[in-house]
C-alpha cells in the first residue's frame, strides 16, 4: 500500500454511513497491524495497520505497537498470495498471527466487514 493508496480508503471509510454504523456497535478500538519483512525498499520492513473502534475505521503505515493481533511475514510472499487470491486463485501467505485472530474477527466481524466494502479500491500488487 502506498500513502496515496491509504488516505484514498481512509476518505472512502470516512464517509461511509455503513462502516459509522457498525462503528457504534463497538465499546472500543480493535487494531490489527502486519509487519512484513523484505519490503521492497531494500528489504525494509513494511507496516500496514487497520483501526476499527467506535470512532470509525482507518489505515495506516507505521507501527502499530499495541496492536490486538499483529501478523507477520515476508512481505513479496504475503503480496503474491493476494495477488493470487486477488485472480480467485488459492494462496497461502504464510503469515504467523501474535494474537487470537479469531476472537478479533469475533468482535469487529461486522464493522470489518463494512469497511472492506466501502474502501476497497483498484490496486496493482508489485509482485
Do not use: C, I
Amino acid at each position: 500500500m502506498s500513502q496515496e493508496h491509504v488516505d484514498t480508503m481512509n476518505e472512502l471509510l470516512a464517509s461511509s454511513a455503513e462502516v459509522a454504523a457498525a462503528a457504534r456497535e463497538l465499546s472500543r478500538e480493535y487494531v490489527l497491524a502486519y509487519e512484513l519483512d523484505g519490503g521492497p525498499d531494500d528489504g525494509a520492513t513494511v507496516y500496514w495497520q487497520l483501526r476499527l473502534g467506535p470512532d470509525g475505521s482507518a489505515f495506516a503505515l507505521v507501527p502499530a505497537p499495541r496492536a490486538d493481533v499483529r501478523l507477520r511475514g515476508d512481505w513479496r510472499v504475503a503480496l503474491t498470495a493476494y495477488a493470487r487470491s486477488k485472480n480467485g486463485e488459492e494462496a497461502d501467505d504464510q503469515l504467523t498471527a501474535d494474537g487470537d485472530l479469531e476472537s478479533f474477527f469475533a468482535a469487529v466481524g461486522p464493522q470489518f466487514a463494512a469497511a472492506r466494502k466501502a474502501a476497497t479500491v483498484p490496486t496493482t500488487f508489485p509482485v
